[in-house]
T-cell receptor, first 111, second 110 residues
Framework: EAQVTQNPRYLITVTGKKLTVTCSQNMNHEYMSWYRQDPGLGLRQIYYSMNVEVTDKGDVPEGYKVSRKEKRNFPLILESPSPNQTSLYFC??????????FGDGTRLSIL | EDQVTQSPEALRLQEGESSSLNCSYTVSGLRGLFWYRQDPGKGPEFLFTLYSAGEEKEKERLKATLTKKESFLHITAPKPEDSATYLCAVQSYTGNQFYFGTGTSLTVIP
């Protein structure tokens, strides 16, 4: 089954404790992306990757890091999380310029 | 700057009462406009892609249309299972980013 898998689905943590949210896709897609979704602000793109070893900033990259060492994986790293990064996060993948397939989201709470 | 605005924010319809959702956009060269459906606790699910003004796509009770400035998602004779948030997104030729609107929350009452 074609899917985008995010882990964990839920996480409560504390300010400053480094965390990684993993994202994996099994569709051999070149394009992968991370979004955060906040009430009233909609989905905003954090980082995206056009292919292995190619990443670019989206609209809200501050406080986040990504890497694309393999085509199927695109982890989101918060090196020193802060409460304003409490949000619902989605990973997505697609072939170039095609509609994106989304994961089921990671709800992150930073105290 | 690329931008997407959706209206209304929320819409309540009686079952069978047809209506339209609006997505207005400004983009420096439209590569594609995308409609998604999002159910609570789930990721967005792809519905349609539109590429050029005048294009239309249909799927069951949904029909998407595109002009040079906006797109409409028409819902004909909706059913309660059509209740969801509908999202619009654009991608421009000048970049590889996607820009999403804040969505329309649709509730269909039996």
């Amino acid at each position: 089954e074609a899917q985008v898998t995010q882990n964990p689905r839920y996480l409560i943590t504390v300010t400053g404790k480094k965390l990684t949210v993993t994202c994996s896709q099994n569709m051999n897609h070149e394009y992968m992306s991370w979004y955060r979704q906040d009430p009233g602000l909609g989905l905003r793109q954090i980082y995206y990757s056009m292919n292995v070893e190619v990443t670019d900033k989206g609209d809200v990259p501050e406080g986040y890091k990504v890497s694309r060492k393999e085509k199927r994986n695109f982890p989101l790293i918060l090196e020193s999380p802060s409460p304003n990064q409490t949000s619902l996060y989605f990973c997505a993948s697609s072939s170039a310029y095609q509609p994106q397939h989304f994961g089921d989201g990671t709800r992150l709470s930073i105290l | 700057e690329d931008q997407v605005t959706q209206s209304p924010e929320a819409l309540r319809l009686q079952e069978g009462e047809s209506s339209s959702l609006n997505c207005s956009y400004t983009v420096s060269g439209l590569r594609g406009l995308f409609w998604y459906r999002q159910d609570p606790g789930k990721g967005p699910e792809f519905l349609f892609t539109l590429y050029s003004a005048g294009e239309e796509k249909e799927k069951e009770r949904l029909k998407a249309t595109l002009t040079k400035k906006e797109s409409f998602l028409h819902i004909t004779a909706p059913k309660p299972e059509d209740s969801a948030t509908y999202l619009c997104a654009v991608q421009s030729y000048t970049g590889n980013q996607f820009y999403f609107g804040t969505g329309t929350s649709l509730t269909v009452i039996p």
